[in-house]
């Protein structure tokens, strides 16, 4: 008999790669500080904290588990990928792909063995940490915001910010260019509220799964399948029915409205990009119904951090390897760097043709998030910044090998942005050599300087024999 | 013996091109890299090239293949 794949099941097989601090963790600051910990030092365990300590002292039964996708070659294996440094052309296969989604019964949906409606609702009894300095309060960070389109019915999902502000209520952040945002805009202009529902805990087949860049209107359900490897299962909403769907095998699921037209302050926020972000006007969640595991476990992302970035960032080299799958069949490899936010991409291409960079390099700056974008060959690994910078640094002549597209969409949460900007300013960097022109001769630029493999291969076994603790790091 | 000699073209300025010139060795056949200088004092026969892996010493019309990128 199969195993169900969902959060537990994910935990079980990476007992090894997961720390479980034994002490009492504040749930403002306290956890999130573990992962700035863990960034900061270049190490990326699953962090589950079984006991989270709510604003009033006491310990929440609803363990936290955070920091659940900061490793690439973790997240990757996962997903069963052959290689996180394979994540683009894999992921962009998965994307293409789909299985039809299960519904399954209440009764055999372990997200709805506790059910609270209406009063019995309360938002706060949720370990839902205070991440940063400048948020306000408690926020859900790893809520999967699901509406549908009312002209088609066919749903989204994606994962938005809410500010716990009562029992009941809780802002709900998305940007107006998301497709959850335009379906809410639909309802408004038909002069209803928006149902909504957020899922929360999963696993990272179906959390990643879930953040596929997808076409509008276009179902996040089959994407999740074909990620998972097997259908995902849906049991109908409480509030909402089978209108919206929400996974079966989650931690737990928040129901409610979105009042038409009704916008309050929301923020300041931690954003991806590493900033808090400022206060603004968002919509809020009346919620009707709180749904959850009898031993529910509750999701964080760290925001702004490694555990964020990454998956989305994945999930982009997908997205961008389909684009320019459309302009050349000579990309092998795609990394959106976490150093880079969203805003980065390095792209390795193999024997490009006159001209195939810039090709490539125009193709991806089409892309809404992306500001900079170098191409290099495949003698450089795109995974070691140290290397791009050494491209950069000795294959590129700035005036010959860089072009700037002035007046291209982009995010507006760059910080950098002129305020009251509608439009970026983005940059491609051709870091490829020369072709070689004479059939049979190297190319016309300078060797690196190596030893031979098999030389090195042996010194490197013998320098991770060595006893090294002593030796300076920097 | 004359050197099999090709000259790169230089493209349209925004187009990469070479940027270094590759002597082909008359006795082994293997390539190394010369400068501009070197180049035109061993073909104005005032010095002389280095095989890199015979060690060889050989002059512009006995090299096996040179590949010349033209000056920027």
């Known amino acids: 008999m199969s195993v169900t794949r969902d959060l537990r099941s994910f935990l079980a097989e990476n007992e090894a790669a997961t720390w479980r601090p ?11 500080a573990l992962q700035h910990a863990g960034d900061q030092s270049g190490s990326y365990p699953v962090i589950v904290v079984d006991k ?17 996708t900061a490793s690439r070659s973790l997240t990757a294996g996962v997903l069963g990928l052959s290689d996180h440094r394979h994540a683009a052309s894999e992921l962009y296969e998965r994307i293409s792909g789909g299985i039809k989604p299960d519904t399954v019964p209440s009764d055999q949906a372990p997200v709805q063995e506790i059910v609270f409606e209406g009063n019995e609702c309360d938002l706060e009894k949720l370990p839902a940490l205070k991440q940063h300095i400048f948020d306000p309060g408690r926020y859900l960070t790893a ?25 009941q209520k809780m802002t709900y952040y998305t940007v107006p260019s998301s497709h959850n945002a335009r379906n809410m805009r639909k309802f408004w202009a038909n002069g209803e509220d928006c149902p909504i529902a957020f899922w929360i805990g999963h696993h990272p087949s179906v959390v990643i799964g879930s953040q596929g860049k997808l076409d509008y209107p276009q179902s996040h359900w089959e994407t999740v399948g074909a990620f998972l490897g097997e259908p995902l299962r849906l049991v109908p909403s409480k509030t909402h029915g089978d209108k919206i769907m929400v996974p079966a095998d989650a931690e737990i699921v928040v129901e409610g409205w979105i009042p038409k037209d009704k916008l309050e302050p929301d923020g300041p926020f931690g954003e991806y990009h590493g900033y808090s972000g400022p206060q603004v006007l968002a919509p809020y969640c009346n919620v009707t119904a709180i749904t959850m595991r009898k031993d529910a476990i509750y999701h964080d992302y760290g925001s702004g951090l490694t555990d964020m970035v990454v998956p989305d960032n994945m999930m982009m080299e997908g997205k961008l390897f389909g684009m320019v ?7 092998t490899k795609i ?4 150093s880079g936010r969203r805003f980065h991409a390095y792209l390795q291409m193999k024997n490009p043709m006159g001209g195939e960079a810039r090709d490539v390099l125009a193709a991806v700056l089409a892309y809404r998030r992306l500001k900079m974008a170098v191409v290099v060959d495949d003698d450089i690994d795109i995974f070691d910044e140290r290397e791009i910078n050494w491209a950069l640094s000795t294959r590129v002549q700035w005036e010959r090998d860089s072009f700037q597209l002035n007046g291209l969409s982009g995010s507006m949460l760059d910080p950098s942005l002129p305020f009251g900007s509608r439009t970026v300013s983005k940059l491609g960097i051709d870091a490829t050599l020369p072709q070689s022109e004479v059939a049979g001769a190297p190319k016309p630029t300078l060797p690196r300087s190596v030893v031979p493999d098999d030389i090195l291969k042996q010194a490197v076994t013998n320098f991770a024999n060595a006893d090294s603790k002593e030796w300076p790091k920097e | 013996m004359s050197a099999n000699i090709k ?4 493209g349209h300025w925004r187009e990469k091109r070479g940027t270094v010139n590759w002597v082909s060795c008359g006795s082994c056949e293997g390539w190394f890299h010369v400068n501009g200088k070197l180049l035109d004092e061993v073909r104005a026969g005032r010095s002389y090239f280095h095989c890199s892996h015979c060690q060889d010493e050989f002059g512009f019309e006995t090299a096996r293949e040179i590949v010349l990128v033209p000056a920027g």
């Open chain 1, 143 to 167: 809520a999967h915001a699901t509406t549908y389109d009312p002209e088609t019915g066919i749903d989204n999902t994606a994962i938005q910010r809410c500010w716990i502000k009562g029992p």
């Open chain 1, 325 to 331: 799958r459309a302009v050349t069949p000579s990309v």
């Open chain 2, 7 to 10: 000259t790169l073209g230089r």
């Open chain 1, 335 to 338: 990394h959106v760097p976490v």
């Open chain 1, 52 to 68: 989270p300590k709510m604003p009033d002292g006491s310990i929440s039964d609803i363990p936290v588990i955070c920091n659940m």
């Open chain 1, 22 to 32: 034994q002490e009492a963790l504040a749930v403002e600051h306290e956890i999130t």
